[in-house]
């Protein structure tokens, strides 16, 4: 299950590539803006490329925008259902889990939207069912209202993380396909009218990650080198965030140490930083993995991110001391008469 410090990390990923893109756009306009001042393109004939584009996309890219926000809503929809049988679940007898929404790739998006509108309903209504049966058991006194009191308020501790997990994973990739959809359809604008870019950027390194890991209560430790990209001398700053448990809990602060927390770098010069973890038993459960961000701020243009994922291994057995061979008597053998 993502934990609040994945969900972090992914909006600092989204947030990075919203810049690229931004950066990518900007770059393509100030091109274009340069090219018709030098006379290399006309006004007019811009105006034409530009209508012209907009008509050749204007059904995939409408089609793209609702099915991206259509597909926020079926998901919206499954999880409420899903969840709001689990609750039941545990008061009524249980029922047969509720059937994911339709799929619309493929599918024409008038008939999807009938689909997915009898779908909400067959749910709503099963929902209805469900919470009218619960309030006749209630009436009869076949359940008391205080269990029914007592059943939510252990739902909601037990599963909330796993519901806002699914909800907040459906608005990231919502919001993760909006982006790609719009940067594409600029570029694609200015490819029409600019010709291909020539010069498009590497793709963005993926995010580093560190594994602190050892054997409960040892001290876990890794190095990473940073390097002052900047043309300028440099001041590095390391801040540390609080653990989360992968699987959902409390955010908790730790003997997490970074050496050095803050130095100064020439350009182009590297140095390696020290990470340090002393595995707590009292902190770190054997075989459960828990996630900080570091977060090194001013060796390039944008703030480096650095997971830390740290897991406590259980500690291996002890081995018993040899046992002493016990000395055995022998009687002595009796004579015989």
């Not at 709503?124 to 009869?140: C, D, I, K, N």
């Not at 009218?193 to 498009?200: A, I, W, Y």
Request: proline fraction near 10%; charged fraction near 25%; glycine fraction near 6%.
């Amino acid at each position: 299950m993502t934990s609040p410090a994945d969900w972090s990390l992914r909006f600092q990923e989204q947030a990075a590539d919203a810049g690229r893109m931004y950066a990518r756009v900007a770059r393509r306009y100030d091109e274009l803006l340069q090219r018709v001042a030098r006379g290399e393109i006309a006004p007019e004939e811009v105006q034409r490329q530009f209508r012209d584009y907009l008509q050749d996309q204007a059904t995939a890219s409408t089609r793209e925008l609702v099915a991206s926000s259509v597909g926020l809503l079926a998901g919206l929809l499954y999880v409420e259902a899903k969840y709001r049988d689990a609750l039941l679940d545990g008061l009524l007898p249980p029922d047969s889990p509720p059937p994911p929404p339709p799929a619309a790739e493929g599918v024409d998006l008038t008939s999807w939207f009938q689909t997915l509108t009898a779908y909400a309903t067959e749910q709503g209504t099963r929902g209805m069912q469900r919470y009218q049966a619960l309030v006749e058991r209630v009436a009869m006194g076949q359940i008391p209202a205080a269990r029914v009191q007592d059943e939510g308020r252990r739902f909601v501790e037990r599963r909330s993380p796993e519901f806002l997990n699914e909800v907040m994973d459906l608005g990231l990739r919502f919001v993760g396909r909006l982006q790609r959809s719009s940067t594409a359809f600029a570029e694609g604008l200015y490819d029409r009218v600019l010709g291909p870019d020539e010069d498009l950027p590497p793709p963005p390194a993926p995010p580093l990650c560190v594994d602190l890991h050892g054997p409960v209560g040892s001290l876990a430790a890794a190095t990473i080198v940073v390097e002052n990209t900047r043309s300028t001398a440099a001041e590095v700053v390391c801040r540390t965030s609080d653990f989360t448990p992968r699987g959902g809990g409390p955010p908790f602060r730790s003997r997490l140490e970074v050496a050095p927390a803050r130095f100064n770098l020439a350009s182009g010069e590297q140095r390696d930083v020290e990470i340090r973890l002393p595995l707590d038993p009292s902190l770190f459960a054997p075989d459960a993995d828990c996630i900080a961000l570091l977060r090194i701020a001013g060796a390039g243009d944008q703030e480096m991110i650095v997971q830390l994922l740290a897991r406590a291994q259980p500690a291996p057995p002890k081995k018993a001391p040899p046992r002493e061979a016990a000395a055995r008597s022998r009687r002595p053998p009796r004579k015989r008469r």
